[in-house]
């Protein structure tokens, strides 16, 4: 009987180890793409900002035609989908690319575009967008309720200093609301200084480097909180934050 009972359960053993297996094999060859089927259908999941949309499906569709890599109409066990996320991910607008072979013959390509934070129009240089990261994004569609740098702008402080100032501006929703102008110039040691142009208010906000930019500008909301409500916008033509624990006014 003892023996009758290890057998008995030896057999349920197996069997419960041949169903995981069966479930196994199922769920990895059975429900996945067929290699021997055509891919009849491309699907794009599009991520990112819709306000900052740089490229669509038809761009996408235009680029895998041209480096002969579009997986419409092939076989899928032919298509090669690093080739394809290799194309999409050298566009610059595109941040991160994964391609994969879904159940009916279809594709699917999600895309990840980079965002800016901020447009960047240097002297005497043709105007483009950077992003939280730093890239550097050629000028393609306008973008709505971006600040704008301008003036003596050089692509290594736009890609590093004004990036990370331009980060801190959206993910803040007073200083988001209230800067709509950054302008550049150089100081006697030629580095880099700022000046905030408000959109409430015409006085100019002189922040100097962007070194301590955090400390400065809650130096600026203190005094928003205590002096402007009461002398008002108009008195000062410029507020100067570039001294530490300082706040310099210049009247009209």
């Given amino acids: 009987m003892k023996t009758k009972k290890i057998i008995k359960l030896m057999l349920l053993s197996l069997l419960a180890l041949g169903m995981v297996v069966y479930v196994a094999y199922a769920m990895i060859f059975l429900s996945g793409p067929d290699g021997e089927e055509k891919c009849v259908a491309v699907e ?49 607008f595109i941040s ?16 990840e575009q980079r965002v ?23 000028y393609r569609n306008n973008v709505s309720n971006l600040v704008v ?41 030629g580095k880099e200084v700022v000046e905030l142009i408000p959109r409430v208010g015409d006085q100019v906000i002189h922040l100097g480097s ?18 402007i409500d009461k002398v008002g916008w108009k008195k000062y033509a410029k507020v100067d934050l570039e001294y530490d624990e300082q706040i310099i006014c210049a009247k009209r």
């Fill in 44 to 92: 794009y999941i599009m991520e990112g900002d819709e306000e900052s949309k740089f490229i669509d499906e038809s761009d996408m569709e235009n680029m895998l035609k041209d480096a002969h890599v579009y997986p419409k109409g092939m076989l899928m066990k032919d298509v090669n989908t690093r080739k394809i996320e290799d194309v999409i991910r050298n566009n610059e």
């Fill in 96 to 111: 991160k690319v994964e391609c994969y072979k879904s159940a009916n013959g279809k594709m699917c390509i999600k895309v």
């Fill in 116 to 138: 800016p934070v901020m447009l960047v129009l240097p002297d005497g240089r043709n105007g483009y967008f950077v992003d939280a990261h730093g890239k550097i994004i050629p």
């Fill in 149 to 189: 740098a301008s003036g003596s702008v050089s692509d290594q402080f736009a890609s590093t200093e004004l990036s990370e100032f331009g980060k801190f501006l959206q993910t803040d929703e007073f200083w988001n609301n209230q800067i709509e102008q950054i302008y550049v110039t150089k100081n006697a040691k």
């Fill in 210 to 227: 962007l070194e301590n930019y955090e400390r400065k500008l809650r130096k600026m909301r203190t005094f928003y909180d205590k002096a």
